[in-house]
């Protein structure tokens, strides 16, 4: 295939909308070092719209969640893929069904990790290894084009966001008399990671104060929206709501925006592809492999519970009112950070 200046590549990261967002950049470096090829990605439904339009790529293939259940759905899946004849498969994901996906598509050079970072079946289907050094998932998928001759490529995104969203965005924008946009994304008002409402706006309020930040909130289901108010309510007029924003839009408008925080990992990475100023509000139960990239991450020591909580299943979901101990201070220290970075970049 180094000879081919025009090879068939699959790309194969089929589920966990963040992760694929953290893979993005494999295809944009495959596009430079083969700009001839034909280069398409295999994913499932959940993730096919944020992977759709990309501009690197020439094909997506979507997948229903049950390809892998059924000898009939396997037999349908390896027809849709053999008929392209890719050349070359790179399986970012290292699970069984990714190597399965690739012995049944009968793609001759199927490359994927080796060591803890694939399943058993994965190292015996895929005919070549990779064994990372990196960490962050974002690197060790990069890693995988080595066998391809690529080393150390840039990371870059090329996010889809479709026109519609970035016309509703600049439109949205056009009425906030600020220059300085900050968004918050609090997410769910039950996820153990979170902050109540009250500190969630202190921090608004000290963005609007200190730095003159006009400060709002996005959200997407109900409950956020309600929690969200809540957040506007305790802010003293320094933050207000978006309109509903699905992925798509909150991405058009974080390429209008100064800083985004947030506790929800998808968007985070969403935040990262597009180039804003990101501050990553974690507890230690993500992991450090798909932690906002190259971006501001505040870690929780632990996770505190009321002790009405202590006592209930742990395998259940009654986390309403556990929150989080990353202290007001400490994202006030990571806002001036950025800040001060962003000053030497102007004064550059």
Known sequence: MSNDPAPRILISRMSSLGDTV??????????????????????????????????????????????????KAMRETARILRTRAFDVLIDCEGTSRTALLGWLAAVPQRIGFSGPHSSLLN??????????????????ALELLIPMGIHSPRVRWHLPIPSTARAWARTWRRNIPNPKIAILDPGAPQTPKLWDAANFARVLRHLHDVYHYRCIICWDTQSERDFANEIVEHSRGSASLTPHTDLQHLAAL??????????????????????????????????????????????????????????????SNHHSTARCDITFERVCDAVAEIESKQRLLRSA
């Not at 935040?271 to 492999?289: D, E, F, K, Q």
Request: proline residues 5%.
């Open 22 to 71: 953290l893979t993005m950049p494999i295809a944009c470096a495959l596009r430079e070092e083969f700009p001839n090829a034909h280069l398409a990605w295999v994913v499932e439904k959940e993730s096919a719209s944020i992977i759709r339009e990309h501009s690197a790529l020439d094909e997506v293939i979507q997948l229903d969640s049950g390809w892998s259940k059924s000898i």
């Open 123 to 140: 190292r015996i289907l895929n005919t070549e290894q990779v064994t990372p050094v990196f960490d962050h998932l974002t690197d060790r």
């Open 254 to 315: 974080l390429e209008l925006s100064d800083l985004f925080l947030s506790g929800d990992i998808e968007p985070l990475h969403v935040s990262v592809a597009v180039g804003t100023p990101t501050i990553n509000l974690h507890t230690t139960s993500t992991a450090r492999t798909c932690s906002t990239y190259r971006q501001l991450t505040l870690q929780s020591g632990k996770v505190r519970r009321d002790k009405s909580q202590r006592n209930r299943d742990p395998k």
